[in-house]
């Protein structure tokens, strides 16, 4: 697990940074001193915690978490094959699915956050994203595949980046906390969605104006399926350009001067100021990456597999905050991103569709993801407390060996 | 900003030519234009709102050339809604217009209103003592259920009030121990606190009513049956039926202005928010008064949730009941300046566009549509500092570390 690495991305030292107390420089300190155990312990104990709560109300903590790892399709490594017949490799495929959102949405909360802002509004993009991919993806019907497809990904891309630039622009002109501006979008967006799909909205379906569920995209616009079967929801090429994203998301931030002055306006944005480094311009530009990244999302779940949204799907769908737990947990690094999205992707289907046991309901399973979710999440944010006990334990270790001694 | 007192020592000729008051009587002006086509007034023809609406327009303008450019466009842009809004009303017809704008509209905005209210000044509570509160929707969601749920084992109302504040407040309670003692990122903790909140409720929905409603019969809260007022025609819908909560939120408002603006305590709060440092070297314990406004804060928040599902809902409970509108309080308290009364007005203004939007639903889903997101499009507008600036307490969300 060394691809986490801690020390390749400090402009200044974490510990000078941190001085300047923003939540960045603290994150990279905590970073540099626990490494991946931090994380780790963190997803331990929010599931601790969530046993305990199973147990308390009288199911085998145990059982249930062995049924939602095979729910989500885990189980598939003790015997791997191609055949989605088999209900390990079906369940996989779709845990994959809401892995590659995931890694997405979760990059575009990683990506603001290098820049030293809180992108909550990743589900708002998320929905744009949907949005125009469906319109493109329906509009252009006859066209040739390559073309359609990359219309509407790329449609839908920019609406994402367009949207979280809002608040990105907002912030650097007059200095609206992006934190607030993002969550206005997003409900701005869900409702967007109610009046696009609505009776009688522009996107409403042509052929049924009864039902408020959106036309299917064309089958140009439809990504091809590599594992499983397009009908049963198989696996698009999308996972690709997810990782892709990873392995970009990298290079971008690490490898490239625009990746190093969003780092440095993250860090502290005096001091970029002072180096010369246009603060504003980077603000903009990191919130429209990260819409991008969620647009994107969007994009790919709508020419992958969804093909149509409607009314109902909206309050349902929570991909995008997902993304925030799942950048948090991965420390904002791509690889971390990428771990936490199949960990929060493994949940997301195995206690819900995958999940199929008497020891515990999917209900009850779908709603113990959320609150692992705010445990993960409340413990990231103050791993001040894991890094204490951490530092303790090791505190005490060297004692018998002095001892000895 | 001119006070009061120094106002008496100018003639009155000298603050109509101000251009504050040019400003606000051009906004107050164009909001007037829309009313104008519905009832009671009820104009008929384009000329009215579009006379009303002109006017405010020309002392938007008149305000913008003497400086004070935000409040002029936000005339301006006001009367140009107005304009817009009062034309759009004078093509439907009279029966529907009726149908949506009545007595009872009025009754519907404070029920709509009054989680807002609670949500909004719990939110005041804890940024004025400089604790952000992204979680009040988490808050309120904890006491919409376990409201019910201590309605329905205690067999009365008052049971499921105290079990649902209890519920919200010990949510806060972690949350502040989190933002305050361990100094966590208050956005991420605030997040944290919605998504914990949506798993504890959904969890326990389901596990002691198996995915089954509430039974019926749960004891509510009343509503306020005034005998004088309730029998007359206008006020009788408007007013003469509320539900408690409604009155306590009023009362709500006017008690926490007392209390952050008059009062000791309130400095304390307040001084917490503004400059800690200073507030910890005169002998304030910063630690607790941000523990305790964070705890008011989530009891107010719940106290919203209870009126939610055990008032205005009836004795139900949904998964994920408050669908926002946590969100929308926090919108509210932006809007309202972090002020009771500011945040009051805010939330009615709010709660109207969702009444205006339920009962638009049968004749428009568009324009339903159009007012279900406009608490959202202007608290946008209001941070982007068209109309106005809000200004947050200036220690809001920065954790604080005892020396």
Redesign the interface.
Known sequence: MSEIDPHGSKPQSPEEAASSGT?VASIALKQRAGGIVVPVLTAVIAFLLGGF?VLA?GHNPLLAYRDIFNGAGLNWIFHPTTDVANTSAYNLTQTLLQTTTLILTGLAVAFAFRCGM?N?GGQGQYFVGLYVANWLGYDFQGMAALPHILIAVGGATLAGALWAGIAGF?KAT?G??E???T???N??A???G??LF????PLQNAANKTVPISNDVATSAQLPVFWGEQQLQGLHVGFFVALAALVVFWLVLNRTTLGYEVRAVGFNPEAAAYGGINVKKNLVRAMAISGAFAGLAGALDMTGYLYHFGVSDI?ANSVG?LG??VA?LGRNTAVGTGLGALLFGALLFGTTHGLSSNVI?P??A?????????????F???D??ILYVWNTRKKLRPRPAKAAA | MNTWVQGLDNPLSARLRDPATSGYAGVLLGIFAAFLAIPPIEARTYTWPIVVGVVAVVLGIWTVTRGRLRLGYGAIAAGLLGIGLGMLATRSGTGNLQAVFNAALIAQTFAFSTPLVFGAIAGMFSERSGVVN?GLEGMMLMGAFWGVYGADIGGTWVVGLVVGMAAGGLLAL?YGF?AIH????Q???G??????????T???F??IYN?NYVPQGVSTIPSVHIPGIASTGFLGPAIGNLNLMVWVSFALVIVSYVVVFKTPIGLRIRACGEHPRAADTVGINVYAVRYGCVALSGLLAAAGGVYLSDGFGGGTFTD?MT??RG?IA??AM?FGNWRPFGAFGAAVLFGFSSAVALRLQVYS??AS?LF??LP??L??IA???VIGRTV?PAADGKPYRKQ
């Open positions: 939540l709560v109300t809180f909550i907002l007059v609206a906390h934190v607030i501006s969550i206005m979008l409900w701005i869900i409702w967007m109610e009046w609505g009776d009688g909205g309050p905050f925030i737990a948090l309901q209900e009850l779908g709603n113990l993801t959320y609150m692992i979710q705010g445990l993960i999440v409340l990231v944010g103050a001040v407390l | 992204i972690i989190f361990l100094r966590a990122d956005i991420v903790g997040t944290a606190v919605n998504f914990l909140a949506l798993g504890i959904g969890y326990f389901f596990q995915g994920n669908e926002g969100f926090l919108a932006i889903a568009s549509t279900n997101v959202y499009v608290t946008l941070v982007a500092g947050p």
